[in-house]
């Protein structure tokens, strides 16, 4: 990810004045403990399975990764800053999901959700709640304790 500091003006100084919303409550839940868990992983690098509809400019829908989808990820993060270099070389840098694995292999968190989501990076801020709203739904339904965000 790159620092505002290396920007190039105008581009620095456009995204440091950029508004931001506020959103008026802050939910913080205490769960059992990391090896009890179960973990989904929502990566905001635009991701989703090869044939499905590209994210669009500023889109703030979720896109579901099914099981198995790993080996036909796509990525159609918008934003013309962003190296899409990382996930070509591995993709587990946007979407962690070996390494989840890995931690569960050790007993370190307790499960791993089959199903794992992607937002893009770009989104308009104000148009996500409902769309995290809808997801924290279905995380619910799915017994997801805990969520690691794959920001990239």
Do not use: C
Not at 65 to 91: K, Q
Not at 130 to 147: F, G
Request: glycine share 6%.
């Amino acid at each position: 990810m790159v620092r505002l500091s290396d920007l190039p003006e105008p581009m620095r100084t456009n995204y440091a004045a950029m508004e931001m919303p506020a959103f008026p409550t802050t939910p913080w839940v205490k769960g059992p403990p990391l090896a009890q868990r179960r973990i989904a992983l929502v990566s905001t690098a635009g991701l989703h399975r090869r044939g499905d509809r590209p994210f669009t400019y500023r889109e703030a829908t979720v896109r579901a990764l099914p099981p198995g989808s790993e080996s036909e990820l796509a990525m159609t993060h918008i934003s013309s800053n962003y190296d899409r270099t990382g996930f070509a070389e591995d993709p587990e840098v946007a979407l962690p999901l070996g390494t989840l694995q890995a931690l569960k292999a050790e007993g370190v968190v307790g499960a791993v959700a089959e199903t794992h989501y992607s937002f893009m990076g770009a989104a308009e801020v104000a148009a996500l709640p409902p769309h995290a709203t809808a997801l924290a739904a279905i995380l619910k339904r799915d017994r997801v304790d805990s969520v690691v965000i794959a920001g990239v």
